[in-house]
């Protein structure tokens, strides 16, 4: 599939394959950081871990912007917290208060209502960071089946949710948080932890060769998520993604 070039701040396209994709080909073609592009439906959207992210009926966003850091890319890790958070400020901005389970999902009345996927391409270099976030569902029980721990923000919003204002809202807020990530060269700790759905949850560490569990205890100051293994009582930090909150939607 290809769209017509376009080189406004925010692209809108009506369908791709993953706007992350559609942002990377932009990027490559010389695409400033900071620019994006959203669709109104995916044929090949991506989540974490090699997972779908699937197009619902109804209206809802899949926004994919450029970041180009100037940063070693050692220090980049911590961008889909500083997402995460630029996502949560736009939506308070239009009066949603989210929550944010770490590492990369939206969260909202204890349901997962989005979430982020940073993809970095060290060749050029760039991170593509895709927002996807469930606005209007056409039919309730579309989205119970396919998402049975997912709701939308038009199910928790006091007034009707308009996806322009929103995409303007996240893209704005994703490029303030570009530049606040380049010039402190780590994430929004104060800011995420504030919002941290995790804490007092119980996760379990999956990747390991011992599986553990634990009791989150909040952020470390590089973006690690802090806990308390229940084995020894120590707490540690975890970077790595492959965490489970127990009792609660996987991820
Ligand atoms: C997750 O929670 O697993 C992350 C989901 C990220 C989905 C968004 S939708 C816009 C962008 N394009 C994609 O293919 N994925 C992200």
């Not at 942002?23 to 439906?41: D, N, T």
């Not at 999902?105 to 960071?129: F, Q, R, S, W, Y």
């Not at 039919?139 to 009707?160: C, G, K, M």
Request: glycine letters at 10%; aromatic letters at 4%; one cysteine or more.
């Amino acid at each position: 599939m290809s769209n017509p070039p376009c080189d406004a701040p925010l692209c809108v396209l009506d369908e791709v394959g993953s706007t992350n994709d559609e942002a990377l080909a932009m990027a490559r073609g010389g695409a400033p950081s900071g620019a994006a592009v959203m669709a109104h439906r995916q044929l090949a959207g991506r989540g974490q871990h090699g997972r779908s992210w699937v197009t619902l009926a109804g209206t809802h966003l899949y926004l994919s912007a450029i970041y180009r850091p100037t940063l070693p890319l050692n220090k980049v890790a911590g961008l889909t917290l500083e997402v995460g958070n630029a996502v949560a400020d736009a939506l308070a901005s239009l009066g949603v208060e989210i929550a944010l389970k770490w590492p990369n999902d939206v969260m909202l009345a204890d349901k997962k209502v989005g979430g982020v996927l940073c993809e970095l391409h060290a060749d050029l270099p760039v991170i593509i960071c895709g927002v996807g976030l469930n606005v209007t569902a056409a039919s309730a029980d579309e989205l119970a089946r396919i998402e049975p721990a997912a709701t939308t923000l038009s199910n928790h919003a006091d007034a009707p949710v308009e996806l322009t204002t929103l995409a303007r809202a996240v893209h704005s807020s994703l490029r303030d948080a570009f530049a606040r990530y380049e010039s402190a060269g780590q994430p929004n700790i104060d800011g995420y932890s504030k919002r941290l759905w995790s804490l007092g949850k119980t996760v379990r560490l999956s990747d390991a060769a011992n599986p553990r569990t634990g009791t989150v205890r909040g952020l470390s100051d590089d973006g690690g998520l802090l806990v308390q293994w229940s084995d020894t009582g120590e707490t540690g930090t975890v970077t790595t993604a492959r965490i489970q909150h127990v009792f609660a939607s996987d991820g």
